[in-house]
């Protein structure tokens, strides 16, 4: 593939300063390695991101890898875009051209490319979770199952979790299990329909991708001759085809760098396999290990809290946080009679921590619960308190119910054959085709191989309904139709504004009246802000960039438009309009950090989970989210537990959780009615073998052609990687690479 040249004049080849400075000596180590395999330990509040984004600087400049040779993975779109940001910042070069997106991105913009030889049509559509349960609920009908011995929903997990297991129907072997034997059925037939209406679910996407690599050697053989080295981020959160995906693109000739932490991985139940970075050194052989354990976010005795909880799970890679900031307040922790005291005391809490601190923001607050239903008597105390709050997350844009109805209505005009858009929305609103003529549709599509389309047409063409349906089969019908007609010329917000006047959409959502009607109203009118802020140009200038190939560019602006809005991963929360303290999940929580942290709940039955507690690994799992919720605290950690709690309707009587017996009693205070990083001369390696390979003592004096007289500070590393820390006469101190700086050793 051609590669744009870039100019790596940036900064001088030898002068590493800017890529070293600020960073310790764990964190130098894996910005500086050799070309080989690693596998970096990145603990909570360790600069995990920091060291990736020098890391892909280091490539471009030391080692002179072109971006477009350097494949990064990352698990959100906000997280690919803050490391392209920082890299820029960094390196002042653009990084249009590197290949950074989450598994699913990547996945898609490959079969975009080889659709071909992904056997996908040209235009397939990517369909979310709805779309994905419309076919498999179709489906179930079809073939005369009971839905409430089959549900639906239990399908579609069902093949989400083979897909991830990179298994087809064909590959399963049920035997002689009558049910497995018809989840088998019901995935086959979902397989059939889904290739023949051009569909691709997200699970999809990866699967396809995969075996892509596999089945096609010359497309894998490209990426394998195209990508120098690979980056993947939260590597512990990958599950099996994603980490097969990898492997089979690495190969034995892509080097790849795995950052993530064992001890933070919390997704099992979404089929996150913790296996993978526990195995990472033996799949890929000679990886070298770093581990990242300086924390920078929180107080030594939270984190010691946070060690010593850790520290009961076997199965661990082993990491010991540690900081050279303060020790900080004494854990809190207080029993509370119910789960009203418990809400009650956390809003006094909250009250006397912003009077003490009134230039801190209710913002910096979060409080951390096991199970949502803990969220109602918070949130009662809370209106009781009158103190702003506000749940974490929320329902994403283009997840909303008006959202989707008008991106059906898009995705049919652009592709007829979508048979999961066509269902959505052929009786929304409503217009005389009732459920009884859908299943005939159903069907006759089964019947004839067909889409649901085709049935629509061929029904009307041969009149095998009766007048009625027929009547509201052809206005439905002539409505898609005059939609496309009418938007063929118009601007791709116009479309977008079209479709959702003549589709009836704004007088069917005004039926539900007050200020829910008013509230899918505005999004409505928010969808056509947003088409019109799309971008089609840069869309298309995206993909030359990508070296796609001319008769793969997506040309049509609403056929962008859908594929971005399908693929937004929705890794954002709402727009904040006031000051509120966050109340989420722990499970929501990872990756995010606070002053103040309260960890409701903490009692057993609860948290550990009453589901968890006699599974080993479960509750190893479990663990792991104490560990997660602990290091979300920087300055302040507020446990609590009740004696007794009302749950699911039920009052529960708990003992306090085995979390917080495992935290030595030093560093917890029951509650009752900028630091500056120094590095020692003698770092984690030593200085003997950088002493080895240098041929330099700290404390000597040497000669640089360009910077002059100055003294060696420190050095690190091994071999050719081997680096001094100079502090020159007239242009202050700075990293550089021994086999690059010909430094000269000045006579005393």
Known sequence: MHTVPISFDKLPAMDVTALLDGLNPEQRDAVA??????LVLAGAGSGKTRVLVHRIAWLMQIEHLSPGSILAVTFTNKASKEMRHRIEELTGISPKHLWIGTFHSLAHRLLRTHWQQANLPENFQVIDSDDQLRIIKRIVRAMNIDETDFQPKQAQWYINQQKDEGLRAKHIQPFNDARAQTMVTIYGAYEEACQRGGMVDFAELLLRAHELWLNQPTVLAQYQNRFRFILVDEFQDTNSIQYAWLRVLAGKVIPMMAVGDDDQSIYGWRGAKIENILQFTQDFEGAQNVKLEQNYRSTSNILNAANAVIDNNPSRLGKKLWTDGEPGEPIHLYEAFNEQDEARFICEQIEQWKIANSTKKYENIAILYRSNAQSRVLEEAFIRSALPYRIYGGQRFFDRLEIKNAMAYLRLM????????????????????????????????RDNGSSLWQAVTNTIEHKTLTARAITSLTGFAKLIEDMETTCADIELFEQVDHVIQTSGLIGHHQKEKGEKAQTRLENLDELVTAARSFNMDEAIEKQLQNDVPDDALIQSPLAAFLDQSALDSGDTQADEFEDAVQMMTLHSAKGLEFPLVFLAGVEEGLFPHKMSADDPVRLEEERRLCYVGITRAMERLVITYAESRRLHGQENFNSPSRFIREIPTEYIQEVRLKATIKKPVSNY?????????????????????????????????????SRLQVSFDFDGTKWLVAAYANLKPMDE
């Open 33 to 38: 390695a050799p070309l080989t395999h690693q």
């Open 414 to 445: 652009l592709n007829r054959h979508d048979d999961a858009a066509l269902e959505r929305v052929i009786n929304v609103p409503a217009r005389a085709i009732g459920e009884k003529t859908v299943q005939q549709l159903r069907d006759l599509a």
């Open 685 to 721: 390696f030593g200085t003997s073998a950088a002493k080895e390979a240098t041929g330099m003592n700290i404390g000597q004096r040497v000669w640089h052609a360009k910077f002059g007289e100055g003294v060696v500070l420190d050095m690190e590393g091994q071999g050719a990687q």
